[in-house]
């Protein structure tokens, strides 16, 4: 078998980086590549791989109710009203990533985020309108990317407007996860139901 899927003592066929801890498995099964439109959503997740940079994702992932929390569940009108005494409170928080420049960005960037909401109409129509026209189907771990040409636009374009950590890395990650790309293996049981939702999405605004 591919070394890139892992079979599951449930008997499912699975991207390999999810392994065997059940909430990183439930995070591959039920929400990585399945098109997200939310607006909510989108800002939690492009602030969460921000915190993320230089860490595992199920470090964040295992913190994310706390963030939540910390965050005002990412409504990004209300983040966007944070002050420095919220991160200096946020510093002593062991739910979330202490990183004063990581939190100041969220806040930062819940500001630019509420004027794209407006000047777009949502902003997952701002963010899908960086989708790629094509989504190679991957087979093995030497073809999964780290970076595209999408991922560096998206980025660069976040910065213009005043966004903090999102490089292009990151903002790959987020499109990944997002459901912007069907990043699954095509020997993951997902990849064919994210196939499905992609084709079918949906953009308000």
């Given amino acids: 078998m591919n070394e890139a899927i892992i079979k599951g003592e449930d008997g499912v066929c699975r991207c390999w980086w999810c392994g065997n801890d059940p909430l990183y498995i439930q995070y591959h099964d039920e929400e990585w590549g399945r098109p997200v439109t939310d607006d909510r959503r989108l800002f939690e997740k492009i602030c969460l791989e921000g915190f993320q940079a230089g860490l595992s994702w199920i470090t964040i992932l295992r913190k994310r109710e706390s963030f939540r929390e910390a965050f005002h569940d ?32 969220a806040i930062n960037n819940a500001e630019f985020a509420i004027a794209m909401a407006e000047e777009f109409g949502s902003l997952a129509r701002y963010f899908w309108s960086f989708q790629p026209k094509t989504s190679p189907t991957l087979g093995n771990k030497a073809d999964v990317r780290a970076i595209t040409e999408e991922s560096k636009a998206l980025s660069k374009d976040l910065k213009k407007r005043g966004w903090r950590f999102v490089g292009p890395t990151t903002c790959y990650a987020f499109m990944q996860a997002m459901g912007m790309v069907n990043d699954h293996l095509r020997g993951c049981f997902a990849w064919k139901e994210c196939k499905k939702l992609l084709r079918n999405v949906e953009i308000p605004g």
Wanted: aromatic share 6%; glycine share 6%.
């Fill in 74 to 105: 990412f409504e990004f009108e209300l983040v966007a009203q944070m002050t420095s005494r919220d991160v200096t409170r946020l510093l002593k928080n062991e739910g979330i990533i202490r990183h004063r420049g990581k939190i100041e960005s």
